[in-house]
């Protein structure tokens, strides 16, 4: 049976318990060479009735799972793909509760199943930088969180209190017009060092970087990038002095926090932020648009190596990487 290239496709080829871990197993070992993912010795012996290898070098047993983002997972092979595929092709994202209804889990594993799902689509540290001389970029950074006319008047009054802005969480971003390609993160702030550090950290010198008249920006670019900007409060665009691929960006972001996931706690934007940032970086590779099995295999291709636990996940106090007080205690609807 061929593989699949639509979402029906998917959940018939994986609805077979032997293919689908064929599949999983040609994927984490494509040379065919099966390999102990604790001591990486070669010497083992398959126990079919069970799906899993003894290992002779550790004395120790493994299964496909081990050492990726579903180790330790009692969820099925067929679902976990099914959710892959889902999260990865779905413009506008998917709730825990359309996907634990499709899969048939609750919605609590379905969401934890998405987190760790938009924890590989993260993928690795970003290596290197983009840009270069005669590139054009452009960086923005847009503010999000609820809009402070809807909610209850005694929410109205404690969030203004704080000023401008306070209710809110700033993601920043950078788009490389040559290569279609976006980087964005959280940030904790707007001032000149926070904004300009993300973008030598990112950018190559002497790339062309286009921005806004933000006084982030000023003083300071001009030295290591040929910088110009636009002011918005007069027109959009001057020649190629735009930032509106960045404000496409921003739209697909919000679109799917406001439409799907509806409301989202600061702790956890930036995996959502990773999630949109993934889908857009995918949608071509050079000329070629890439299809809903690209996608798949793309994140597919990225589950070695991450590991994300519920107490990681919810920042409990026994977790290494708990949030600060207060953090991820209030959701912000959109």
Not at 113 to 138: D, P, Y
Not at 293 to 315: C, E, I, K, N, P
Request: proline fraction near 4%; glycine fraction near 8%.
């Amino acid at each position: 049976m061929p593989e699949p290239k639509t979402l029906q496709g998917a959940i018939v080829y994986f609805s077979d318990p032997d293919r689908c871990f064929a599949y999983a197993v040609k994927l984490r070992w494509p040379d065919g060479v099966i390999v102990c993912p604790r001591c990486g010795a070669a010497k083992n012996s398959f126990i079919k009735t069970r799906k899993l290898w003894f290992c002779y070098g550790c004395k120790k047993q493994f299964t496909v799972k081990v050492k990726t983002i579903m180790e330790d997972s009692p969820i099925t092979l067929d679902k976990w793909m099914v959710a892959f595929w889902m999260l990865a092709n779905c413009k506008n994202g998917i709730s825990s509760y359309e996907l634990g209804k499709a899969i048939g889990v609750t919605q609590t594993t379905a969401w934890f199943m998405l987190q760790r799902i938009r924890e590989v689509m993260k993928g690795r540290t970003w290596a290197s930088k983009i840009g270069g001389e005669g590139n054009e970029l452009e960086a923005d950074e847009t503010f999000v969180g609820g809009v402070t006319k809807n909610m209850h008047k005694g929410r109205r009054a404690e969030v203004e209190g704080k000023g401008p802005y306070k209710n809110k969480t700033i993601v920043q971003g950078i788009l490389d017009r040559n290569l279609r390609k976006v980087r964005a993160t959280v940030v904790p702030n707007v001032t000149r060092e926070t904004l300009q550090n993300q973008i030598l950290k990112n950018v190559k010198f002497g790339s062309t970087v286009y921005t806004d008249s933000a006084v982030g920006y000023d003083n300071g670019l001009q030295s290591r990038f040929v910088h110009d900007f636009v002011n918005k409060t007069e027109a959009y665009v001057k020649g190629r002095v735009h930032v509106n691929g960045m404000e496409n960006f921003w739209s697909l972001l919000k679109r799917s926090l406001r439409g799907t996931y509806v409301a989202v706690e600061p702790f956890h934007l930036s995996r959502y932020v990773d999630e949109q940032v993934f889908r857009y970086n995918h949608r071509k590779d050079g000329d070629r648009k890439l299809n809903d099995s690209d996608r798949f295999a793309a994140v597919m291709a990225q589950v070695l190596g991450h590991r994300l636990t519920y107490s990681d996940l919810t920042g409990k106090s026994d977790s290494p990487h708990h949030a600060p007080t207060g953090a991820g205690e209030t959701a912000v609807p959109f």
